[in-house]
């Protein structure tokens, strides 16, 4: 992990500096949904994640949360990594990395076996990261304007 990030669970308070992260991360890669509902999970992050047998992550930076990411149960054997995100000033640093890293080491503490996740097309930084880790690519489909690639590791 990078030496100025501090990764800690999601607390309460986190709430507003998380949406701006989801708004800021995605508007970067031009890929801001225009689905109404889109950040229902982000304003319930303890019911969604915490409560629900899953793992949510900030990342601490020069006094700003700057990445984020979630673990949110599928079933019994399966858990999503989900809204991964580094705001756009802190790219290339390994914070992406971190949190994902965090993230597996959770999903196995819970006694997942397997991570499934999604990523547009356009993400191709993200793309490599999950590769790099071992995630294969599932499948892929269309969600409004978005090609939407599915992908999976075992653990």
Same mark, same amino acid.
């Given at each position: 992990m990078s030496a100025d990030l501090r990764l800690r669970r999601y607390e309460p308070g986190d709430g507003e500096r998380v949406l701006t992260l989801e708004r800021v991360a995605?508007?970067? &890669?031009?890929?801001r949904p225009d689905d109404e509902g889109w950040t229902d999970d982000l304003r319930a992050v303890e019911e969604t994640y915490l409560d629900a047998g899953g793992e949510f992550l900030v990342g601490e930076c020069e006094g700003k949360i700057v990445a984020m990411g979630g673990l949110k149960r599928v079933d019994d054997s399966t858990a999503?990594?989900?809204r991964m995100r580094v705001a756009p000033d802190y790219h290339r640093r390994g914070f992406g990395e971190a &949190?994902?890293?965090?993230?597996?080491?959770?999903a196995e503490r819970l006694g997942y076996e397997a991570l499934t996740l999604?990523?547009?097309?356009r993400q191709q930084a993200a793309q490599s990261l999950y590769e790099k880790h071992g995630y294969e690519q599932t499948g892929q489909r269309?969600?409004?304007?978005?090609? &939407?690639l599915a992908y999976r590791k075992s653990l």
């Amino acid at each position: 992990m990078s030496a100025d990030l501090r990764l800690r669970r999601y607390e309460p308070g986190d709430g507003e500096r998380v949406l701006t992260l989801e708004r800021v991360a995605l508007e970067s &890669v031009d890929a801001r949904p225009d689905d109404e509902g889109w950040t229902d999970d982000l304003r319930a992050v303890e019911e969604t994640y915490l409560d629900a047998g899953g793992e949510f992550l900030v990342g601490e930076c020069e006094g700003k949360i700057v990445a984020m990411g979630g673990l949110k149960r599928v079933d019994d054997s399966t858990a999503e990594i989900t809204r991964m995100r580094v705001a756009p000033d802190y790219h290339r640093r390994g914070f992406g990395e971190a &949190v994902l890293t965090e993230l597996e080491a959770a999903a196995e503490r819970l006694g997942y076996e397997a991570l499934t996740l999604e990523t547009t097309a356009r993400q191709q930084a993200a793309q490599s990261l999950y590769e790099k880790h071992g995630y294969e690519q599932t499948g892929q489909r269309e969600h409004g304007r978005f090609e &939407v690639l599915a992908y999976r590791k075992s653990l």
